[in-house]
Every structure is written in C-alpha cells, then in structure tokens.
C-alpha cells in the first residue's frame, strides 16, 4: 500500500520537501484550493523530482459549491442536475477538464467526477453512467478511477454496500478513489459497522481486479492493507485526514485552534508537545521517540535531551514528520500474503494499544488522537473481515 499526498492549503512546499525525499510520490492537486495556473506549476515542479500528479475535480456536490470551485474553467454556469445530465453539460465538463486540465498537468491517470452518494439511489447510477460514457468517447489512453463520495449513511448500512458493490461490478474503469464521510466529522473512528463496511467495499472492487484509491485518510486506515487497497491519501490539516464535507456546502468554516501535534508512529497516537514535557520529566520520552527506521530528521530535535517545549519545534516539522512516518507505515504493512498482513497489522495495533495505554496511565495523553480511543474497534474489523472475506482473499492474494 502506498501513501498519496493530499492537497490542502499551504501544502505545496510540503509535498515538495517529502517528494525530493522519497525520491518519488503522487500527489492529489485540489482545485478548491489552487488555480489552474498554480496546478500547473506544481505539477511542473513535481515531474521534475519524479513526482506524479492527479486532479481530483471535486464536484461532488455541484448545486451549493463554494465560489472558488465555481470559477473553474471545467464548473458548469447556472448548475441543474437535469439539464446538466441530459444536455451538453456532461460532454462539455469532459472535454474541458481533459484539454485544460488533465493533459496539459500531465496527470498520470483521470479522476472521473461523480456526485455525493448520500445513499442508494437510482438517480446517481444513472448520472454517474452518463459521466462514464461521455469518458468513454474521448478514448482515454490513461487509466480512469471513478470518484465514489460517499455518505455516512451509506457506509453504516451493509446492505447498500452490497448494492454498490453490485452497481460498481461492470462499470468501465481501471479503478476507484473513494472518499468516505466520516461519522460525526471524527478524526479516529470507533464506528464498527462503518469501518468494516468500508474495508469490505474496498474489497469488493479489489475482486473485480480494480485499484482503489481511498482519499482523506489518517494512520487509522492503515487496516485498509488487510483489503490490498492501492494507496490512501494524507495530508498536513485536519481538513486533509478528514473529508471536510462542510466546506462542500459552502457551509462557514469552523476556525479551529492550532496545535502543534507529535505523531509517535510506534504508539499510532499524536502528542501535543507539553505532553512531551510530561514524558520528559518522567523519564519515558525514550519511549515516545521515533525509531531509528523511519528516518524522520524531522522530530529530533524534541529528543535532544532538552525540554521538548523549549526546542522551538514547530508546524513544518510537525506535518512533515506525520507524513514521512505514515509512508513508511503505509509500505510496512503491505506484505507478501493476507496471513502476513492480518499478523501485522494486529501485533502493530496492540502494540499502539499498550503503549499508549501505558502512557495515559503515566499522565502523557493524546486526548481524541489517542489511538487507544478505537485500538479495539481495529482490532474488532481485522477479526470480522476475516470471518467474511478471509478465505477468498487468502486464496487471491498475489493476484490482486
């Protein structure tokens, strides 16, 4: 499983720093955050470092749109759902968004948009077939994934995973990129049913020989490898790890106070550095530091031996720091069989689970980015995606 890198604002010199470092990546450009122009800079600027880019359209919710959305070249004028489907909107949105967009960034694959799926419905397979066949014409020598936004209703329900899943089976596309709304606008999610429901869409399209590609995403969904899922999508914000499907609606952003947040990838949990302060009088930063194999320059210097709040450690090495050690995690787990991964995931879960247990009990808490908030509903889902589709998967794996 690989980590793709989620655009957000004042994430450019990011996505730079982490791509130069990897010596390779894939990056997610957000028109509602860039221009055109300054897309095709980036994007120019990524190739150069052996960087990949997708656009992801984001029309997920065309009727109410924010205004920055709406003045892409690509955006419908006066949007209608009817006359929108059913005239010359659809061919004229394709055709722009190939010309403008997809060739002249040279994405290295198309990002098919399609509306918000708040539940099962006969009217978005329908638009989403009409999208589908308009891509079809323009003969596309570059794979195809189809945008799946879906709601948290949907993903609660069984059932209606099993009718996607159905819907999805024969559609014309090398793959999916799947965002999904999270609970109650949660970071990590302690909603079985919604979390196994998501790992087992997920498998389903892999059966069908797809890439999934699954967006908005945190070190949480890490699980997603037990599906052999392509890569999930992170970045710096909240905004980036978290569908924010508020800003969709055009709804008032929420301003929110900024904290500068420690990711111990061993303990799957984030620290706000007084908390490492704590440690440090302790005697347990030790524990809290990074090991040596996730090559993060970025978080030495809060193990310097000096007090961590003293160090000026700030934002940048914050974010980069998250994102550096969550592509490693991203490939750790991706092994070479469904057993291997299973073992995996569960000795890396319960080891975050201890630790960060042991922690809390020593006064160093992650508050609501305490991974042993849903240590328990993961190890829950790895047990339940076993009993329904551990066998098929077990006996498919090298050929997923």
């Not at 390779?24 to 994007?43: F, H, R, Y």
């Given at each position: 499983?690989?980590?793709?890198?989620?655009?957000?604002?004042?994430?450019?010199?990011?996505?730079?720093?982490?791509?130069?470092?990897?010596?390779?990546?894939?990056?997610?450009?957000?028109?509602?955050?860039?221009?055109?122009?300054?897309?095709?800079?980036?994007?120019?600027?990524?190739?150069?470092?052996?960087?990949?880019?997708?656009?992801?359209?984001?029309?997920?919710?065309?009727?109410?749109?924010?205004?920055?959305?709406?003045?892409h070249s690509y955006w419908p004028d006066n949007y209608s759902t009817n006359t929108f489907f059913n005239g010359s909107g659809i061919k004229d949105m394709v055709e722009t968004?190939?010309?403008?967009?997809?060739?002249?960034?040279?994405?290295?694959?198309?990002i098919i948009p399609s509306l918000f799926l708040k539940d099962i419905n006969n009217d978005w397979n329908i638009s989403t077939r009409n999208i589908i066949n308009e891509v079809?014409?323009?003969?596309?020598?570059?794979?195809?994934?189809?945008?799946?936004?879906?709601?948290?209703?949907?993903?609660?329900?069984?059932?209606?995973?099993?009718?996607?899943?159905?819907?999805?089976?024969?559609?014309?596309?090398?793959?999916?990129?799947?965002?999904?709304?999270?609970?109650?606008?949660?970071?990590?999610?302690?909603?079985?049913?919604?979390?196994?429901?998501?790992?087992?869409?997920?498998?389903?399209?892999?059966?069908?020989?797809?890439?999934?590609?699954?967006?908005?995403?945190?070190?949480?969904?890490?699980?997603?490898?037990?599906?052999?899922?392509?890569?999930?999508?992170?970045?710096?914000?909240?905004?980036?790890?978290?569908?924010?499907?508020?800003?969709?609606?055009?709804?008032?952003?929420?301003?929110?106070?900024?904290?500068?947040?420690?990711?111990?990838?061993?303990?799957?949990?984030?620290?706000?550095?007084?908390?490492?302060?704590?440690?440090?009088?302790?005697?347990?930063?030790?524990?809290?530091?990074?090991?040596?194999?996730?090559?993060?320059?970025?978080?030495?210097?809060?193990?310097?031996?000096?007090?961590?709040?003293?160090?000026?450690?700030?934002?940048?090495?914050?974010?980069?720091?998250?994102?550096?050690?969550?592509?490693?995690?991203?490939?750790?787990?991706?092994?070479?069989?469904?057993?291997?991964?299973?073992?995996?995931?569960?000795?890396?879960?319960?080891?975050?689970?201890?630790?960060?247990?042991?922690?809390?009990?020593?006064?160093?808490?992650?508050?609501?980015?305490?991974?042993?908030?849903?240590?328990?509903?993961?190890?829950?889902?790895?047990?339940?995606?076993?009993?329904?589709?551990?066998?098929?998967?077990?006996?498919?794996?090298?050929?997923?």
């Open positions: 499983m690989n980590l793709y890198l989620q655009m957000g604002h004042g994430m450019k010199g990011h996505a730079i720093e982490l791509i130069k470092k990897w010596q390779e990546g894939t990056v997610i450009l957000s028109p509602k955050n860039m221009t055109l122009e300054q897309m095709k800079k980036t994007a120019n600027e990524l190739k150069q470092i052996n960087g990949n880019v997708l656009f992801d359209p984001q029309f997920y919710m065309p009727r109410v749109s924010q205004e920055r959305l709406q003045q968004l190939l010309n403008e967009y997809i060739y002249p960034i040279h994405a290295s694959g198309f079809e014409r323009g003969q596309i020598d570059i794979p195809k994934y189809l945008t799946l936004c879906l709601g948290t209703k949907l993903l609660e329900k069984e059932e209606s995973i099993h009718l996607l899943i159905e819907e999805l089976e024969d559609y014309p596309v090398d793959g999916f990129y799947i965002i999904p709304e999270h609970p109650n606008k949660s970071y990590l999610i302690d909603n079985e049913s919604w979390l196994l429901n998501l790992l087992d869409l997920t498998a389903g399209l892999k059966l069908f020989n797809k890439k999934v590609i699954l967006g908005y995403s945190n070190h949480q969904f890490l699980f997603m490898s037990l599906a052999k899922v392509d890569a999930i999508c992170s970045g710096i914000w909240l905004k980036t790890r978290v569908f924010p499907i508020g800003e969709f609606r055009d709804e008032e952003e929420e301003i929110a106070r900024r904290s500068v947040w420690y990711y111990c990838p061993q303990a799957l949990s984030e620290y706000q550095i007084p908390s490492l302060d704590i440690a440090h009088r302790g005697g347990l930063l030790d524990l809290l530091e990074t090991p040596d194999e996730f090559a993060s320059d970025y978080s030495q210097a809060l193990f310097s031996g000096a007090q961590p709040t003293t160090v000026n450690w700030g934002e940048s090495q914050a974010f980069r720091h998250y994102l550096n050690c969550l592509k490693k995690q991203c490939i750790d787990v991706s092994k070479d069989s469904y057993e291997n991964t299973k073992y995996y995931l569960r000795l890396l879960f319960e080891t975050a689970q201890d630790l960060s247990d042991y922690f809390r009990q020593n006064g160093v808490r992650a508050k609501h980015r305490d991974f042993d908030n849903v240590a328990e509903s993961n190890l829950a889902i790895l047990d339940g995606f076993d009993n329904i589709r551990g066998l098929v998967f077990s006996t498919n794996w090298d050929n997923l």
